[in-house]
T-cell receptor, first 114, second 114 residues
Framework: DVKVTQSSRYLVKRTGEKVFLECVQD?????MFWYRQDPGLGLRLIYF???????EKGDIPEGYSVSREKKERFSLILESASTNQTSMYLC?????????????FGQGTRLTVV | KQEVTQIPAALSVPEGENLVLNCSFT??????LQWFRQDPGKGLTSLLL?????REQTSGRLNASLDKSSGRSTLYIAASQPGDSATYLC?????????????FGKGTKLSVKP
């Protein structure tokens, strides 16, 4: 039973390209998050959203933007891909309604920028 | 600023051993703590969620404890199996700040030898 789905497992893009990473959740969660994961640095929050059309910057938003037009979908956009954005990208969702809620993650997208 | 630390960074044990993974956090003002498992190149799978009011949670061979006052959590794995080999991450969800954002440790890479 898949709960959080990322559109691609692997992507290879060229420097300067505009890149879209898509994430869909089927749990009616208010919160959605984008993290990147790099060896030695762990998971770092890029952006999150707590409602449709609402977004907040995380720890490393530079070079990224996001879009949340529908509750179930949260997109991460690399405006002009650079080699230092080569990474594993992870999407997550959780409910805002209760404090004691579990976060669920997608399967990850391994992005390589060449 | 909340910091989450996991020790050791890597652990290798023979099959059948019971083992403990450690997680510590600097600020006790948390909603909950969640343990995840990550297989190489994959997303995160939620293992256990401990609410701030709870002391422990159990699921099968896994038992997680939480001591908020000392800023510590442990994940106990009984009768380890080669299939338990993975990276284990803990994360805390803290009050205020980014709504529902998780602060992650860098993980413990577990290897269970047959």
């Amino acid at each position: 039973d898949v709960k959080v789905t990322q559109s691609s497992r692997y992507l290879v893009k060229r420097t300067g390209e505009k890149v879209f990473l898509e994430c869909v959740q089927d749990m009616d969660h208010e919160n959605m998050f984008w993290y990147r994961q790099d060896p030695g640095l762990g998971l770092r929050l890029i952006y999150f959203s707590y409602d449709v059309k609402m977004k907040e910057k995380g720890d490393i938003p530079e070079g990224y933007s996001v879009s949340r037009e529908k509750k179930e979908r949260f997109s991460l956009i690399l405006e002009s891909a650079s080699t230092n954005q080569t990474s594993m990208y992870l999407c997550a969702s959780s409910s805002l309604r209760r404090e004691y809620t579990e976060a669920f993650f997608g399967q990850g997208t391994r992005l390589t920028v060449v | 600023k909340q910091e989450v630390t996991q020790i050791p960074a890597a652990l290798s044990v023979p099959e059948g051993e019971n083992l403990v993974l450690n997680c510590s956090f600097t600020d006790s003002a948390i909603y909950n703590l969640q343990w995840f498992r990550q297989d190489p190149g994959k997303g995160l799978t939620s293992l256990l969620l401990i609410q701030s009011s709870q002391r422990e949670q159990t699921s099968g061979r896994l038992n997680a404890s939480l001591d908020k006052s000392s800023g510590r959590s442990t994940l106990y794995i009984a009768a380890s199996q080669p299939g338990d080999s993975a990276t284990y991450l803990c994360a805390v969800r803290e009050y205020g700040g980014s709504q529902g954002n998780l602060i992650f440790g860098k993980g413990t890479k577990l290897s269970v030898k047959p």
